[in-house]
């Protein structure tokens, strides 16, 4: 009552306001700053130029465009009459630009550089006893998010003189207002503090501020201590407090920048736990690691140094935080490949047990295998705390993957200030976040340890001073619970000795950001183009070794291309949620994949197709045996085998092909087709399936004749292009929102309906139509051959703020739904019961989706897309969307893609699969110098539910591998049969360390697969 109405708490705070400058006890600006724009942050800044026609700014001067690179040069002087004994500071303002830390710049002093100034550390501490005159330049970034017409204020920078009793005075008093502040009105710590502080308060002497106010602060210092200690104990709960700096490889900002942020951040990391011996750093992502090792080395070293120290945590496995509903099954694998190698060749045996991924958006069922396989034990995440309508039960858990993996996970509770759900991986280490910990953990009763990473991020940043307080004075704070510097590794290490810990059996599903599974679509095709250019040239240049003792396999070019793809798959690029100017660069990346992957694949090829003849040679790059036609990209006559000329080339019905095979085609007389292909401009139809359009080109029937059943639900459209306004509350190129279906618009009618091709081997209709403002061909097709209907969509996207699905509404009745994702399938509910079913309105899948009832179902197959929603006993694939932020022209222009239905009988299955790939790989086709030739199989697995992912040569140059796994749930022996003699066999784990010999008998090698299980085989040819 007594400081309710004294107003205590407010008076306190504006005391401490008042008093907080004062801790600078003397102060010296620095010489005006010659400012000079630089065209990138790749730029070398100019440290030691002529700055004589670069701009002088005056303090109170507005300067720097938002997002300019920039130098700024000055000097200062350490007045010979300061205490040498003092700390002393460089205290640089350089502005407020209101987002992340920026303004932010790399201090180099006489040319060396030394720590990051930013809006949070505006203070940089000094060696002990500078004198002297000093030479400073900064190397920086404005930032982002302020007008245009705005300018950044500078105030007055200086080399400032501390006086250490009073910094002491304020830290603890900042600490007890704050935690007076958010503890209960009847925890008897407050009253006490309250009682504390009033009292401290009352000793300093702050009508003069001068002298006098300094030589009251030991007392009121000593005051407040004793004070404090008396209010009451800590909390009986520890929390293990890890530094850390989010860094986003790119998002608002280029990779250039980040390449910058990595070493102002990392610079400023050194100087105070210089100043901080008991500090910890956890940082994560070996892309920044090489990044500062290639911009910064002496850096790099100092790290390393850290790190055998013990007190600089290496964290992740994977080679950048990457997106785990996009980044397809063989790239997650070498998400960890290249991660930890690095780690291990740069840091030798400190390793790091934790995949650490904090702000993904969803994290795939079968992430608990790779993270075992990798080496690693535990996962990290606060992202899953964003969810819009449903908490998972637990903070700590064990999560069962898809094969019955477990793997000790925790998703950390701090509250980021301001949301009532989510947490935060960016904490401020204060005593509001340090209860808010505690208060938001759901498990109380059985866990009383927590962990909070803190320090500045998404932008980079990291740990500051304060922070640094106040961790030193919560240790053991009255009602508060015990703080302790850490590592994760620590923490985690700790926590499994916790009894009674639940598990978690199933997917991670982000209940928000559902758009990002389509947002900037070109970036998700040329990602999935590219994944199978490498899986096609991996394959081709292991067989080409096999087949010729002087090829060389393009080792460093096909790493190259992986760490692009990789670094592409980070969680800001890859899910659409990135400025313009990051998919510019994304997609010359891409480019410079295509490049690498195309010379490896076709160097192999030729060298394939010297060994194995014939006029062609065709190439199965999958696991199945398959039939689909061939396209060569020029006129061929004279084949054996059918032929069809079409657009740009010529299409081959080669027969069945085996898995991972080379097969020779000869010159000769080819045998006639008969696959009772039919096309009007109504209609297509060969043996499987008759497929019937209305006059608008909406498909009105698709009609199974095999099995003898509609395919599509009475009196339905199908192939139906929907389109709905897209105007989600917060994060534009992030979220779908559940009310987007509000409205939706319908393609107009077709312009024009044409036969495109007649057979023998393909016919196809062409459609032309318009939905909105855009205008769109499309081309269905069907093979003589197979049931599958393929629709290419060529479409020149003009709409801004909405999004577009394709639409199948089927004949089929299930609860669920299966979706492909990376390593195996999962099923999802297609009603939407409970608030658990109904977020899930927009999910993501791989290369299919399923709907089958006991004996008969149908696939949506797809080229590059990942939208998917099933409610009913309706399939929509969603194909665009148009947000504005952060790219007002995201997605807008020309798209080319692709997508199958696939009626089946039987459930969901290796068809379902087989179809997939064959959509998603197709033959490959390379010129050969003729004669009969001989056909060639490097690998085949005697049960089709053993899907070969990836063949690939052994990163140590020692045999090849062999990356499979179980893809139906089924549990039993699977025998390889190899195209070569085998000195020897083993199973790795994913990065191929040994685990177990296997037994060669001939050219086979058996291994025991459980249900959804991932296996990596060495073979080492004889």
């Not at 036609?629 to 059918?642: D, Q």
């Not at 027969?655 to 009007?680: C, F, K, Q, R």
């Not at 339905?716 to 992030?734: I, T």
Request: charged share 25%; net charge negative.
């Amino acid at each position: 009552m007594h400081h309710h109405v004294r107003h205590t708490l407010p008076k306190l705070g504006k005391r401490l306001s008042l008093i907080t400058p004062l801790v600078y006890r003397r102060r010296q600006p620095l010489a005006p700053f010659r400012y000079k724009p630089l065209a990138s942050p790749l730029e070398p800044p100019p440290l030691d130029a002529d700055t004589s026609d670069w701009e002088t700014l005056a303090y109170g001067d507005h300067w720097g465009a938002p997002r300019t690179d920039f130098v700024l040069r000055s000097r200062f002087c350490v007045p010979q009459d300061w205490d040498a004994s003092l700390p002393t500071a460089l205290y640089l303002p350089l502005g407020e630009a209101g987002d992340f830390s920026h303004p932010e710049a790399l201090v180099y002093l006489d040319g060396r550089p030394y720590a990051a100034a930013d809006r949070h550390h505006q203070e940089i501490g000094l060696p002990q006893g500078v004198t002297g005159t000093h030479e400073v330049a900064l190397h920086g970034w404005t930032g982002i998010n302020y007008a245009e017409d705005r300018r950044l204020y500078l105030r007055e920078c200086s080399v400032v003189q501390l006086d250490p009793p009073t910094r002491a005075f304020v830290n603890l008093a900042r600490v007890a207002l704050e935690t007076a502040q958010h503890l209960d009105e009847d925890a008897p710590v407050k009253g006490a503090l309250l009682n504390a502080l009033d009292d401290a308060f009352k000793r300093l002497e702050t009508l003069q501020l001068g002298d006098a106010f300094y030589e009251s602060v030991p007392e009121a210092l000593e005051r407040l201590q004793t004070g404090v200690a008396k209010a009451g104990p800590p909390m009986d709960v520890s929390i293990a407090a890890a530094g850390h700096a989010h860094i986003d490889v790119a998002w608002l900002w280029t990779l250039g920048q980040t390449r910058r942020k990595a070493g102002r951040t990392f610079h400023t990391v050194l100087r105070l736990m210089e100043q901080f011996p008991e500090y910890r750093f956890s940082q994560s992502q070996p892309q920044l690691y090489d990044y500062v090792r290639q911009d910064y080395p002496e850096l790099f070293e100092a790290i390393k140094a850290r790190v055998a120290e013990g007190r600089w945590e290496i964290l992740g496995g994977m080679w950048v935080e990457a997106d785990c509903n996009l980044s397809g099954p063989e790239s997650l694998a070498r998400q960890f490949v290249l991660g930890r190698a690095f780690f291990k060749e740069h840091f030798g045996e400190v390793d790091s047990s934790i995949l650490w991924l904090p702000d993904v958006f969803g994290y795939a069922w079968n992430l608990p295998q790779l993270i075992k396989e990798a080496g690693l034990e535990y996962f990290f995440t606060i992202k899953i705390g964003w969810s819009q309508y449903n908490r998972l039960p637990y903070d700590t858990f064990y999560w069962r993957g898809l094969d019955g993996t477990e793997v000790l996970t925790h998703f950390s509770t701090t509250p980021e200030i301001g949301s009532p759900h989510a947490s935060t991986y960016n904490a401020s280490a204060t005593p509001e976040q340090v209860l808010g910990t505690w208060r938001n953990f759901q498990q109380k009763e059985t866990q009383r340890d927590l962990f909070m990473a803190f320090g500045y991020g998404d932008g980079g940043g990291g740990p500051t001073r304060e922070m640094l307080e106040n961790i030193s004075l919560m240790q053991a704070f009255p009602g508060l619970p015990k703080v302790r510097h850490s590592t994760a590794e620590a923490f985690f290490r700790a926590l499994e000795a916790t009894p009674g810990l639940p598990t978690w059996d199933g997917e991670l599903y982000l209940e928000l950001h559902r758009g990002t599974y389509t947002t900037q679509s070109r970036n998700k095709r040329a990602n999935r183009k590219s994944e199978f250019l490498l899986h096609d040239a991996e394959f081709a240049c292991v067989l080409a070794g096999l087949l010729d003792a002087d090829y060389r396999y393009p080792e460093s070019e096909l790493r190259r291309a992986w760490e692009l793809v990789c670094l592409n798959q980070f969680h800001d690029i890859i899910p659409g949620s990135s400025i313009g100017e990051v998919y510019a660069e994304s997609l010359a990346q891409y480019d410079e994949v295509r490049r690498l992957g195309e010379a490896a694949r076709d160097g192999a090829l030729e060298a394939i197709a010297r060994q194995v003849g014939g006029e062609v040679v065709v190439l199965n790059p999958t696991s199945f045996a398959r039939g689909d036609l061939a396209f060569v990209p020029a006129r061929l006559e004279g084949l054996s085998v059918p032929t069809q000329a079409v657009a740009g080339g010529t299409l081959l019905a080669v027969g069945t092909l085996p898995p991972y095979s080379a097969t020779p085609v000869g010159a000769g007389e080819a045998p006639t087709v008969d696959g009772e292909l039919s096309v009007g401009e109504r209609h297509l139809e060969n043996a499987y399936v008759r497929v019937e359009l209305d006059a608008d080109g909406d498909i009105t029937r698709v009609w199974d004749k095999v099995a003898g059943r509609e395919v599509l639900q009475e009196g339905a459209k199908a192939n139906q292009f929907l389109a709905f306004e897209d105007r989600p509350l917060e994060w534009d190129a992030w979220d779908i929102d559940v009310f987007y279906d509000d409205k939706v618009y319908y393609a107009a009618p077709a312009a024009s309906v044409r036969v495109v091709e007649a057979g023998p081997l393909r016919a196809m209709l062409e459609v032309k139509r318009q939905i909105l403002g855009s205008p769109y061909t499309q081309r269905l097709s069907l093979a003589y051959n197979s049931p599958r209907l393929d629709i290419t969509t060529d479409i020149d996207w003009r709409e801004r703020h909405t999004l577009l699905k394709v639409a199948f509404p089927v004949r089929i009745l299930s609860p669920v739904a299966t979706h492909e994702i990376q390593w195996g399938s999962v099923q999802r509910p297609t009603h939407r019961n409970t608030s658990w079913d109904w977020a899930r309105f927009e999910t993501c899948a791989q290369k299919w989706v399923d709907l089958s009832e006991g004996d008969y179902g149908v696939s949506l197959l797809n080229d590059c897309k990942y939208g998917h929603d099933v409610q009913g006993n309706t399939l929509r694939l969603s194909l665009l969307r148009s947000p504005t932020f952060p790219d007002p022209e995201a997605d807008r222009g020309r798209h080319v893609f692709t997508y199958s239905l696939l009626p089946h009988t039987g459930g969901v299955g290796e068809a379902t699969i087989a179809a997939a790939y064959a959509l998603n790989d197709p033959l490959l086709v390379v010129r050969a110098a003729g004669g009969r030739g001989s056909p060639v199989q490097l690998l085949a697995a005697d049960r089709p539910n053993a899907v070969i992912e990836t063949v690939k040569r052994a990163e140590d140059g020692r045999g090849f591998v062999v990356r499979l796994y179980e893809s139906q749930r089924r549990r039993g022996p699977v025998t390889l049969h190899v195209g070569c003699d085998l000195a020897h066999a083993e199973r790795t784990d994913l990065l191929e360390r040994p685990r177990q010999a296997l037994t060669v008998e001939g050219r086979r090698v058996t291994l025991e697969l459980r249900p959804f299980e991932i296996a990596t085989l060495r073979l080492v040819p004889a």
